[in-house]
């Protein structure tokens, strides 16, 4: 069956989303992207809480050693009419499938799906998105590659303290610190650039049930790293849908409390600012975009200028919260996939304050916002409810505490040691 003729299937556009990690994001967009009017097959972990979803179309579990290959054979086998990347990882494994695969059907359905492979370096680099977006007139910070320590020491030498080293392929704030004394630079390059931990690995498949890391390990992965100027300010972003380099439907956010100091948010707030969306528009047409992406901001305390930060190439957990006309992200998706106008559905919320489920009241059941926000929990799927307000694996068994907190004062002996 070809991309086309799995289209006709009903009229619904069939809509593949795949990942290799266990955001509760991954099944609220499949959630809306359902209600819009699509099939929705999902290729993820087997413990992935999404598969509690019962309107999918096929499953398939992610394999962990070849995650390329399972990718693959699942374009093949279903032949959906678009993919959507929902991690890092799984991003650049599907550039990945486009570079090495042998069927023509498959390169052309990702690059709908993602955009020209001519874009796809630029897509996954810190550096060369910045790079572009300065070309474009977008306001960004300072920044530079760092290919060495060379590079780093070169940087310092100007003086422009607090910097942000970051390391490419990471995400939710994960591979990103905060440099505020020049003199610890360096050792932090060289723990942000070693090579992917056995140690880890093996801890997150023993404690989190996470397998992903083997492939990392295995390979002795190492990071591309950059360094960017610190904006003194707060973190906001932009969601988007966008197909064929035309941006459809935005929404904006500025993050009211994170997970950590550059963690991803747990409450944001809605808000307008056409900077932003000037920004996405800008880019999304440069590169030729296609799907539900972010871009990351810094709103610059003094000015409330906004300065681009980086590129997240997949679905944010605001793509899947739909709030009315130009700001519904799924909808205006599954429109243009369709060729149908878009349908007005009814926002989620009229309240600016949006409490992401299950993370805030993980974190903390007693924060005031849970009250007087719209707390987005997805009753109308009570298992997926019931699973995603489960405690991580590592909480669930005794023996699984006892080695978390022989893990943790491990790690506690190692940064003292250091």
């Given at each position: 069956?070809?991309?086309?003729?799995?289209?006709?299937?009903?009229?619904?556009?069939?809509?593949?989303?795949?990942?290799?990690?266990?955001?509760?994001?991954?099944?609220?967009?499949?959630?809306?992207?359902?209600?819009?009017?699509?099939?929705?097959?999902?290729?993820?972990?087997?413990?992935?809480?999404?598969?509690?979803?019962?309107?999918?179309?096929?499953?398939?579990?992610?394999?962990?050693?070849?995650?390329?290959?399972?990718?693959?054979?699942?374009?093949?086998?279903?032949?959906?009419?678009?993919?959507?990347?929902?991690?890092?990882?799984?991003?650049?494994?599907?550039?990945?499938?486009?570079?090495?695969?042998?069927?023509?059907?498959?390169?052309?359905?990702?690059?709908?799906?993602?955009?020209?492979?001519?874009?796809?370096?630029?897509?996954?680099?810190?550096?060369?998105?910045?790079?572009?977006?300065?070309?474009?007139?977008?306001?960004?910070?300072?920044?530079?590659?760092?290919?060495?320590?060379?590079?780093?020491?070169?940087?310092?030498?100007?003086?422009?303290?607090?910097?942000?080293?970051?390391?490419?392929?990471?995400?939710?704030?994960?591979g990103v610190r905060i440099i505020s004394d020049s003199r610890s630079a360096k050792a932090v390059f060289h723990q942000m650039t070693r090579p992917a931990s056995g140690y880890l690995a093996l801890r997150e498949m023993l404690l989190e049930g996470k397998c992903f890391g083997l492939r990392p390990w295995l390979r002795r992965e190492r990071p591309a790293m950059s360094v960017q100027g610190y904006i003194d300010g707060w973190p906001a972003n932009v969601g988007v849908a966008c197909w064929g380099g035309e941006l459809l439907a935005a929404t904006c956010v500025e993050s009211v409390a994170t997970h950590s100091a550059t963690g991803p948010s747990t409450v944001a707030r809605i808000i307008h600012n056409p900077e932003m969306v000037d920004t996405a528009r800008r880019l999304v047409h440069a590169l030729g975009l296609s799907g539900l992406i972010g871009f990351d901001f810094m709103i610059e305390a003094a000015t409330g200028a906004a300065y681009l930060i980086e590129m997240n190439p997949r679905n944010t957990p605001i793509c899947a919260l739909r709030l009315g006309p130009g700001r519904d992200l799924t909808e205006a998706l599954v429109a243009r996939l369709a060729k149908r106008p878009m349908h007005q559905r009814q926002a989620r919320t009229d309240r600016d304050i949006i409490v992401f489920f299950p993370d805030s009241w993980h974190l903390d059941p007693s924060n005031k916002f849970l009250q007087s926000g719209y707390h987005d929990v997805p009753w109308e799927q009570p298992e997926l409810v019931r699973r995603l307000i489960k405690p991580e694996l590592r909480d669930r068994y005794w023996i699984l505490r006892a080695l978390s907190r022989r893990w943790r004062s491990f790690r506690n002996k190692k940064r003292l040691l250091s």
């Amino acid at each position: 069956m070809t991309i086309a003729q799995s289209s006709i299937r009903g009229g619904a556009p069939h809509i593949l989303l795949a990942t290799t990690s266990r955001l509760a994001s991954t099944a609220r967009v499949a959630m809306e992207l359902h209600d819009a009017g699509a099939t929705v097959s999902l290729i993820a972990p087997n413990n992935h809480a999404a598969t509690a979803l019962d309107f999918l179309h096929h499953t398939t579990n992610h394999s962990a050693l070849s995650p390329r290959a399972t990718l693959e054979a699942t374009l093949l086998r279903l032949t959906p009419d678009a993919v959507i990347a929902c991690d890092e990882h799984t991003v650049r494994d599907v550039h990945a499938v486009y570079r090495h695969t042998r069927h023509d059907h498959i390169r052309t359905l990702i690059e709908r799906s993602a955009g020209p492979p001519s874009s796809y370096p630029t897509i996954v680099s810190r550096p060369r998105l910045l790079t572009l977006a300065a070309r474009l007139g977008v306001r960004v910070p300072a920044s530079m590659p760092l290919p060495d320590v060379a590079a780093l020491e070169e940087w310092i030498s100007r003086g422009d303290v607090p910097f942000v080293l970051k390391a490419d392929g990471s995400w939710a704030g994960f591979g990103v610190r905060i440099i505020s004394d020049s003199r610890s630079a360096k050792a932090v390059f060289h723990q942000m650039t070693r090579p992917a931990s056995g140690y880890l690995a093996l801890r997150e498949m023993l404690l989190e049930g996470k397998c992903f890391g083997l492939r990392p390990w295995l390979r002795r992965e190492r990071p591309a790293m950059s360094v960017q100027g610190y904006i003194d300010g707060w973190p906001a972003n932009v969601g988007v849908a966008c197909w064929g380099g035309e941006l459809l439907a935005a929404t904006c956010v500025e993050s009211v409390a994170t997970h950590s100091a550059t963690g991803p948010s747990t409450v944001a707030r809605i808000i307008h600012n056409p900077e932003m969306v000037d920004t996405a528009r800008r880019l999304v047409h440069a590169l030729g975009l296609s799907g539900l992406i972010g871009f990351d901001f810094m709103i610059e305390a003094a000015t409330g200028a906004a300065y681009l930060i980086e590129m997240n190439p997949r679905n944010t957990p605001i793509c899947a919260l739909r709030l009315g006309p130009g700001r519904d992200l799924t909808e205006a998706l599954v429109a243009r996939l369709a060729k149908r106008p878009m349908h007005q559905r009814q926002a989620r919320t009229d309240r600016d304050i949006i409490v992401f489920f299950p993370d805030s009241w993980h974190l903390d059941p007693s924060n005031k916002f849970l009250q007087s926000g719209y707390h987005d929990v997805p009753w109308e799927q009570p298992e997926l409810v019931r699973r995603l307000i489960k405690p991580e694996l590592r909480d669930r068994y005794w023996i699984l505490r006892a080695l978390s907190r022989r893990w943790r004062s491990f790690r506690n002996k190692k940064r003292l040691l250091s």
